[in-house]
C-alpha cells in the first residue's frame, strides 16, 4: 500500500535518515540537473530492472517523488515498488516542485563534479 508524506515529515525524516531511501521518478537528465538531497534515481521504464539491485532490502521506507502534483510518475514507481514487495512505500506529492518552492536546497551531479 502507498501512502503520501508531506515536505515538513520529509524534511525531518531527511534529517534523520534511518533505514530511509528517497527515489526521484524522472528521467535520468533531469534528475542529474537538480535532485532532492540524497536521492538517488528511478524511472518509470526502469522500475523492474534497478529496483531489487538499488534497494535489495524491501523493509526500508521508501519514498517516491518526481517533478510536482501534476507529475504522475512518482506514482507508477510507488504502485510497481509496492507489487514488488516494498512494505513501506509512501509518496512525496509536492515533489521538486514543493521542494524548491519552500527554499530547500537541491543537489546536481555539477555540484558533486566541482567538489
Not at 524534511?11 to 542529474?32: G, N, T, V
Not at 502534483?69 to 521538486?96: F, Q
Amino acid at each position: 500500500m502507498v501512502t503520501e508524506i508531506d515536505r515538513q515529515d520529509l524534511k525531518q525524516k531527511m534529517d534523520h535518515p534511518k533505514k530511509l531511501i528517497l527515489l526521484e521518478a524522472l528521467p535520468p537528465e533531469s534528475y542529474h540537473r537538480a535532485h532532492l538531497p540524497g536521492a538517488i534515481n528511478l524511472p518509470p521504464d526502469r522500475v523492474r530492472a534497478l529496483a531489487t539491485e538499488l534497494m535489495p532490502n524491501k523493509d526500508f521506507e521508501v519514498i517516491v517523488y518526481c517533478a510536482g502534483p501534476a507529475c504522475h510518475a512518482s506514482e507508477d514507481v510507488a504502485l510497481e515498488l509496492s507489487e514488488m514487495g516494498y512494505a513501506n512505500v509512501r509518496r512525496y506529492i509536492g515533489g521538486k516542485e514543493d521542494w524548491k518552492k519552500a527554499g530547500l536546497p537541491l543537489e546536481s551531479d555539477e555540484d558533486k563534479h566541482a567538489a
